[in-house]
């Protein structure tokens, strides 16, 4: 497998950071990998999705969003539906330079903004999400108290996994808007959701949301044991073996 670097334009002018993990030999389709809330793609669960993916003869486009791991731009300028325009753009970053993406990727925060950008990009033909949240406004639940701070003042600093974000009062309003049952309804491509049933970040009422809203052709793949971060390698390597060989049937 061999790992590119990579950079193109974000949605909010900032210069986005990214891995292109390719197969050693023929490549049997694009994948577009998008991590989760205030993560990187560096991130155990999308560097060995996408490793996994690549090994298994997948080209894998893995990025930063703005003000994330490598990629320039202000975190908090950012909100959920510049996160799906990242992802629409680096859809055509890929199709412009490599291949576009017939197969679109997603970990929890992530996931909700590849099933919200999917039906913009021809390209794809399978969408798949992993711990994913049915309504962006989900993640909202984790600012604790610091979420009345930000109603009240504007922005606020919120603690997240042991780090420190500062979030404004428009991102809460952009994920309040955001309503995905209708893209699911209308989302016309072959749809996988792995879930684990004990993940304490996002719960499996999210996955059965999702998978009951979407139409047929779908599929559900339980994370046993799982937690929400994918930690143990097994887990990743899992979702890597059941996606490539679930996805061939719509290639």
């Not at 055509?92 to 017939?102: D, F, I, K, M, Y």
């Not at 003042?153 to 428009?170: H, K, P, Q, S, Y």
Request: charged share 25%; hydrophobic share 45%.
């Amino acid at each position: 497998m061999a790992t590119e670097r990579v950079e193109f334009p974000g949605s909010l002018g900032a210069t986005l950071a990214g891995r292109l993990d390719q197969p050693d030999g023929d490549v049997r389709a694009t994948a577009l990998f998008a991590h989760c809330f205030t993560c990187s793609k560096d991130v155990h669960a999308a560097s060995r999705i996408s490793k996994g993916l690549a090994d298994r003869g997948f080209a894998v486009l893995r990025f930063d969003f703005t003000g994330l791991g490598h990629s320039d731009g202000e975190f908090a300028h950012t909100d959920f539906s510049s996160n799906v325009d990242d992802v629409e753009i680096a859809a055509r970053w890929l199709g412009e330079n490599h291949t576009a993406p017939s197969l679109l990727v997603g970990h929890s925060l992530g996931g909700a903004a590849v099933l919200a950008v999917a039906p913009r990009l021809s390209s794809v033909r399978a969408v798949a999400t992993v711990g994913a949240p049915s309504d962006p406004a989900h993640v909202a639940d984790h600012f604790g108290a610091a979420r009345d701070a930000i109603e009240r003042d504007g922005v606020a600093e919120v603690n997240l996994a042991g780090r420190t974000f500062r979030i404004r009062r428009e991102f809460l309003e952009d994920i309040e808007e955001q309503k995905l049952d209708g893209t699911l309804r209308d989302l016309k491509r072959a749809l996988l959701v792995f879930h684990s049933p004990v993940d304490s970040t996002v719960g499996i009422d999210h996955a059965a949301h999702i998978f009951t809203a979407a139409k047929h052709p779908k599929s559900f793949v339980s994370l046993d044991g799982a937690d929400h971060l994918l930690t143990d390698p097994a887990d990743a390597a899992y979702v890597a073996d059941v996606l490539s060989a679930w996805v061939e049937r719509y290639l």
